[in-house]
């Protein structure tokens, strides 16, 4: 962020900035058990071992985790593109019932648009991810339904280092008043700084909502097999070789020493 505002700086600098200014950074806090996968509702295999991302709306991350009010404990339920990092729905509340992860989902299916049948849902194997209501919404819209296995927690890591980004940057420090101001200020974190000021490194340091717009695609239904076309008059190639905006380029054709 300081380098896009014109500043040289690296990490040994802030540091020392830091340091003379007794600017600490936060602990982590004790954990809370969210995941409840002992249940007899039927469980779904991995099918994104060997997926290879090439746009947006293929793979959408869900998962739940808990926000400490000053006298009780809330839960935040998310989906993301796992493609652009991109918080598609969200809800806030203080039940950890099915409710909660469908609402979530309920924001995802109004914001986007996906081709049947190819879009996979991952979750973990909890209650909530299980319920026939959750599992009914999907099969419904025609996605693909995902778990991750048993005792493997590495398999969700996108959404659990979102977690971690939430927590450090947004909630950690804060005292909210009650469940409706928690909602309004996390709510204004996942919509304002995290999807459009927030600066990620896997997306070579843009934010989610500048490395969408950098695909320059629209949004197909799905009927052409298509998943997305370019705006301009450009012929269509794979979006994996799209280069996001800020990449350096490369040197024009014909340069010595190409």
């Not at 290879?52 to 400490?68: K, M, P």
């Not at 026939?132 to 590495?154: A, D, F």
């Not at 304002?192 to 949004?219: G, Q």
Request: proline residues 5%.
């Amino acid at each position: 962020m300081l380098r896009r505002e014109g500043y040289l700086v690296n990490k040994k600098r802030v540091l020392r900035l830091m340091q003379e200014d007794n600017l600490l950074s936060l602990q982590k806090n004790k954990y809370v058990l969210t995941t409840d996968s002992r249940h007899d509702l039927p469980v779904y295999p991995n099918l994104t071992r060997r997926l290879t991302l090439t746009g947006l709306n293929q793979l959408w991350l869900a998962d739940i985790t808990y926000i400490r009010l000053r006298s009780e404990f809330v839960f935040l339920a998310v989906v993301l593109d796992a493609y652009s990092r991109r918080v598609i729905g969200w809800e806030l509340g203080r039940s950890l019932h099915a409710f909660l992860a469908t609402k979530a989902l309920e924001m995802a299916l109004h914001e986007r648009t996906w081709q049947p049948g190819v879009l996979i849902h991952r979750s973990d194997r909890g209650v909530q991810y299980a319920s026939r209501e959750y599992t009914g919404l999907l099969v419904e819209h025609e996605i693909r339904i995902s778990m991750s296995r048993r005792g493997s927690p590495y398999e969700n890591a996108r959404a659990e280092r979102f977690m971690r980004t939430l927590k450090e940057e947004e909630v950690q420090g804060r005292s909210y008043e009650n469940v409706e101001d928690a909602k309004r200020r996390i709510g204004q974190f996942l919509e304002e700084i995290y999807n459009r000021e927030r600066l990620h490194s896997a997306l070579h340091y843009v934010t989610p909502a500048e490395f969408e717009k950098s695909l320059k695609t629209v949004e197909s239904d799905g009927t052409d097999g298509n998943l997305g076309k370019p705006t301009s008059g450009f012929p269509t190639f794979p979006q994996a070789l799209e280069i996001p905006a800020g990449f350096p380029h490369f040197p024009p054709f014909g340069h010595k020493g190409c």
